[in-house]
């Protein structure tokens, strides 16, 4: 067990009722009886930074979207949509203080509703692939949703990305705090036991981004939550990510099958796939048959809170760290983009022109029993941190 204590029943019922108390939807949220109004109601945390809400839109069959915005005390601004738990965009300083916005999405929530690939989404039950989507847990088969090929991706027709979250406002210490919070019943996509979880995301006014997932569940069940942001340093739609420079703490990764399911087999990074020392992304990836989009088994081997990856983009002087409790990460170099899809500004996201750093457990465990465990049961908490910090040189 990686990042999984014993929960002490105290625990556990406290975040049962957490989201209980934040009237998470069972059976679908209320819906709004008002059209309401685009006028954010801020909320000024003094040095703190502050936190607005905003409508963002309505879903197909008129559930209420909101949009939060999180500004820290340096004017560093994160948008998260209640939708999917979305990370919308960031806006950040480059190295002379103009701001850019680094994640790839939509302006208007229209978008969100389109089959896009996952843009700044929660990802779940299971992020990553599941072989074959099934698994066997504790003697019977689950049969869930082949929706990339024979494989089961990101948790399935309608994922953890695809859902209405119930939100509260967190004070943090040190920045600015939304708690998001979904009860995914028993047999949602055919996944065992009812999942509450509860994902944090905190703006601290040290340039940090920093996202905690905790889940508790009433029958066995498999757990591997994520976000999926697509980053461009450079800002969004300005080119691709190809001259980014990439440093990820893993000496080796799990090679694959022809359809990205993992052979089992753990392997070094000898090769094109070493970024233990900074590399540019684009500078051995034609060696990478399709490119990057694979699981790196971080050197950390996950539990604390350890350094996974650092990227620094040469034209903006803007780095991004990342630490995570997660034994794994997933380096995906946006190889599925090609031009069909318009984000925010107007901008054509051409191949390349992001590239996802998915903490997580590796892909198909469920189906693999000697990587580390992503089984929940009940009685334990599931808690996995992971922080991505900025800063300019
Ligand atoms: C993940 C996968 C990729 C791709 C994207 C979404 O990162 O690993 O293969 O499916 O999501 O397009």
């Not at 209980?20 to 909320?43: D, F, N, Q, T, Y």
């Not at 949703?145 to 399935?156: E, I, M, P, Q, V």
């Not at 939304?178 to 601290?204: D, F, H, K, Q, W």
Request: hydrophobic share 35%; charged share 20%; with cysteine.
């Amino acid at each position: 067990m990686y990042f999984r204590m014993e929960a002490k029943t105290m625990r556990r019922a406290i975040l049962v009722s957490l989201v209980l108390a934040m009237g998470v939807c069972v059976v679908g949220c209320k819906k709004k009886e008002e059209p309401s109004g685009m006028r954010p109601e801020a909320k000024e945390k003094g040095k703190m930074g502050s936190i607005a809400k905003q409508s963002f839109g309505q879903t197909q069959d008129g559930m209420e979207v909101e949009m939060y915005t999180l500004t820290n005390a340096n004017g560093i601004r994160a948008k998260i949509s209640t939708y999917g738990g979305t990370l919308v965009s960031l806006e950040l300083p480059d190295r002379d203080g103009n701001m850019s916005d680094v994640a790839l999405g939509f302006d208007t929530f229209d978008g969100y509703l389109t089959s896009h690939p996952y843009f700044g989404v929660t990802v779940g039950r299971y992020a990553n692939r599941i072989g074959g989507a099934k698994f066997t847990l504790e003697g019977k088969e689950y049969k869930l949703a082949a929706n990339d090929g024979a494989n089961h991706l990101h948790g399935g027709v309608r994922g953890l990305d695809k859902v209405l979250w119930n939100t509260s406002e967190v004070e943090a210490e040190n920045g600015v705090g939304l708690r998001l919070a979904y009860i995914s019943m028993a047999g949602e996509e055919n996944y065992p036991g009812t999942l509450a979880c509860i994902v944090t995301y905190t703006l601290t006014n040290n340039d940090e981004l920093r996202i905690d997932y905790e889940a508790v569940t009433d029958k066995a069940t498999v757990v591997n939550l994520t976000n999926h942001t697509y980053w461009n340093l450079a800002g969004q739609g300005n080119g691709d990510i190809l001259s980014h420079e990439l440093m990820i703490d893993a000496d080796r990764y799990t090679p694959v099958d022809e359809g990205l399911i993992p052979t089992g087999e753990i392997r070094s990074v000898k090769g094109p796939m070493d970024f233990t020392k900074p590399m540019a992304i684009g500078s051995r990836i034609d060696q990478v048959p399709g490119g990057y989009d694979h699981n790196y088994v971080l050197n950390s081997g996950g539990g604390e809170l350890a350094l996974c990856a650092k990227v620094y983009e040469p034209s903006s002087g803007r780095v991004m760290e990342i630490l995570t409790t997660e034994p794994g990460v997933q380096l995906y170099s946006g190889n599925f983009l090609d031009g069909s899809i318009t984000g925010k500004g107007g901008k054509v996201y051409e191949k390349h022109y992001g590239f996802c750093l998915e903490t997580q457990h590796f892909p198909d465990s469920p189906n693999k029993p000697e990587f580390p465990s992503v089984v929940l049961r009940p009685g334990e908490e599931y808690s996995t941190t992971t922080v991505h910090k900025f800063y300019t040189k």
